[in-house]
């Protein structure tokens, strides 16, 4: 099929700022598609004009009747960072569709405060969670972050706050590259007053203070940096736990016995993408579970309440699972390695000898490896240091053959 649909990228210098193509598929348009905003830039035309369906879910169903007809979407900037071209190419084969991108927010901004943009991390809270910052505040690093609107400005201020970068320098880019373009500047504990539009954009210089939270995207966060009863999988055993799952980019993790929620968080934080679902039953440990998600940066953390294996049913499957709870009931971890995907990864720790007798009979089963984990730390024996031998933790690792 022809390409019937264009992607159009606009800023705000509106129609003057596009180039000769975006000019021409856009005067020959039988349709054009985009914000109230974005089509005030646009002159007048026999095209029929349809303002962006609300709520964003709705386009599928309003796109794809106009297959066929040539039809011009407008967006902001680059529609490929963070823009509406990722979601149309989930319906339509992009051998179907031309992109004529304009220059990005994060080019613009970059631009205006003198920041190298691959020196910098990118992200946007544009209809996303403010807590999906969390992981990217670190010492001496500068982030370019689009906002939802002028309320998402006080909200980083204070997340930044909160974890000691009181005194990091916020940028705001109001309007960039239009005739109301406006730039102000202030530390994070020093949030004016003023208002600011919504169309905004934020260069965040992090400034850490002496007892500021760094949090590194490393596997084997501080046991103190979760909220938790003290079940939760410690450490040095956590780390080694995330090191044998092995997370990449865009896969998805089941946390069976979730507890706390450490692993999850930490499977979701260590990869671009990664999602996890944390199966848990207990009603207290599912609020420790939404805490550490806001506090730690997986507002997208999915918790499934109730008891496993039940509660797998109707799940997506997982391409890696850890099991640190619960392994001795039935069907709990056969019914996960049914699900778990051809080369998928499963995990399991225990601490008793009833469930190394378990954990021996599934290396039988499945095969994989065996490792005990024994670990010492420091306490005092009256005046004199001593280390004390924690727990020791047997952990199984296999991978599902493809």
Known sequence: MSR???IVGMGEDGW???SARAHLVVSKAEVVVGSERLLRFVPQSPAERIEWPQPFSAVVDRIKPLQGRRTVILATGDPLNFGVARKLMEFIPFEEMEIIPHLSAFSLAASRVGWSLPDCDTLTLHGR????????????VRLIVLTADRTTIPEVARRLVARGFGKSQITVL?????????????????LPAEQHSDLNTLAIHCTASPHAKIQSR??????????HDGQLTKREVRAATLAALAPTPDKLLWDVGAGCGSISVEWMRAARGCMSIAFE???????????????????RLKVVA?????????????????????????GIVE???????PGGIIVANVVTIEGELHLYDLHEEHGGDIVRMDISSLTHVGRLRALRPRMAVTQWRAQKPW
């Open 129 to 140: 969670d403010a807590a999906n910052i969390e992981p990217f505040i670190q010492p001496d």
């Open 306 to 330: 109730g008891e496993a294996p039940a509660t797998y049913a109707g799940q997506p499957k997982p391409d890696a699972i850890f099991i640190g709870g619960g392994l001795w009931l039935p």
């Open 174 to 190: 109001e309007n960039m590259g239009g005739e109301r373009e406006r730039q102000s500047r202030f530390l994070a504990d020093t």
């Open 16 to 18: 003057e700022g596009l």
């Open 335 to 341: 019914k996960a390695w049914e699900a778990l995907k």
């Open 218 to 227: 490393l596997a084997g966060l501080p046991d103190d940096a979760f909220v």
């Open 4 to 6: 019937w649909l264009t």
């Open 281 to 299: 039953h207990d009603a207290e440990r599912l609020a420790m579970i939404a805490a550490n998600a806001d506090a730690l940066g997986t507002p």
